[in-house]
């Protein structure tokens, strides 16, 4: 199997790429796997952004600046003083409240998206209801996540060489003493078990992976909502002031003013410092997910294989144990005709001791005579 370069993608637009095609999926034919895997759960990454951000107001709340700051972040014009406001703009920042609840901040994000998907396609998903407010009790009731302790081991050699000699021992397994029509069943019993534990295993790992994937959507949609917030937070550290005249009033002393800059800037550092690592770290799980997807995909191919030559396998056993019944019934035949041939001469042997009671009578009788 050929192996497609991996790379690892950084992309502030990751949200609203998964947006747009979760509502529109065949607007582009050539996204990105992470994307996808990114729109099969778009309520919980939205989720996940609300929470971040409501986390710096306290109260489960996202104030409109932060809300224009992830737009603009996201690459949507979020300015109002712009002389050239979009359509865009417009629909998602209209009559924009100075909080917002996760139900705003879901329809806003939402029917902008929704409203696109409509003029190119009649089929679209429908906006958000009262139904949405289910996602954030059962994100809640979810976290902190509790991965299970069953899952695919990373060390796929070792467990391809497992399986292999299960096989083979499973295999070797064969009763010596396959004589009778008995023996012959249950040697393709033991020959069908090993299949069945192979078929088992295979839909055990299956369910781990899925769950794997699951577990690095999940990871990966954190780490994506925390490097957003932060985002917004760093726009929001530099953002002006609104109340000048309060801060005119409250002037202070250049040394204060120059350790305020210092922290400040070292402030920035370590938000910089800490983006980078959620980066890095985020990069490295995307680039060990493709890969462990790509050595999985070859072991899977691996395992039809070997199913395939198992199966070919069982049917010529099957073959060969009908063409032994065949001759069995042929040598039984054999053996009915043998003694129905034994019991005839038996007859005839009876018979030969009358024969030569009377031969003697005879003679007896011609010595009398002479």
């Known amino acids: 199997m050929q192996v497609s370069r991996i790379r690892a993608a950084r992309k502030s637009e990751w949200l609203k790429c998964a947006l747009a095609h979760h509502f529109n999926p065949e607007s582009d ?24 951000l409501a986390f710096y107001n306290g109260d489960d709340l996202v104030s409109d600046d932060d809300f224009s700051s992830l737009c603009l972040i996201l690459g949507i014009p979020a300015s109002a003083e712009t002389e050239n406001v979009t359509s865009e703009h417009r629909d ?53 996540r509790v991965r299970r302790r069953k899952c695919v081991s990373f060390d796929l050699s070792a467990d391809h060489q497992n399986r292999k000699r299960a096989v ?14 008995a023996a012959e069943a249950k040697r393709d019993a033991v020959d069908i078990n090993p299949q069945r534990r192979w078929q088992e295993q295979l839909e055990l790992e299956n369910a781990s992976l ?29 953002m002006p002031s609104q109340n000048t005249a309060e801060t005119q009033n409250c ?27 959620i980066r890095a770290s985020r990069d490295g799980q995307l680039e060990e997910a493709m890969r462990f997807n790509q050595r999985l995909e070859e072991e899977l191919m691996a395992a039809y294989g070997e199913i395939s030559r198992m199966q070919e396998m069982l049917d010529s056993v099957r073959t060969e144990n009908t063409r032994i019944k065949k001759r ?5 035949e054999s053996l009915a005709a043998g003694l129905q041939g034994v019991r005839a001469l038996q007859e005839q042997a009876q018979q030969a001791d009358l024969l030569r009671e009377q031969a003697q009578s005879l003679e007896s009788q011609l010595e009398k005579f002479r």
């Open 92 to 144: 998602i920042c209209d009559g924009l409240p100075r909080v917002l609840n996760f139900r705003e901040f879901h329809a806003r994000l939402c029917g902008l998206f929704s409203l696109k998907a409509q003029e190119g396609q009649k089929g679209v998903r429908l906006p958000v209801s009262e139904e949405t407010e289910h996602v954030e009790r059962e994100i809640r009731l979810r976290c902190p």
């Open 251 to 277: 002037k202070t002393n250049t040394q204060q003013s120059k350790h305020m800059e210092w922290d400040s800037r070292r402030s920035t550092k370590d938000l910089l410092r800490e983006l980078e690592l």
């Open 328 to 332: 069995t019934e042929e040598v039984r």
């Open 210 to 238: 899925r769950e794997l994937v699951e577990d690095l959507r999940s990871a990966l949609q954190s780490s994506d909502a925390r490097c957003l917030a932060l985002e917004v937070a760093l726009r929001r550290r530099d």
């Open 29 to 52: 034919l050539c996204v990105e796997n992470e994307i996808v895997v990114l729109a099969t759960g778009v309520d919980q990454y939205i989720q996940e952004v609300f929470h971040h």
């Open 168 to 181: 083979r021992s499973g295999q070797s397994q064969n009763p010596d003493h396959l004589q009778s029509s």
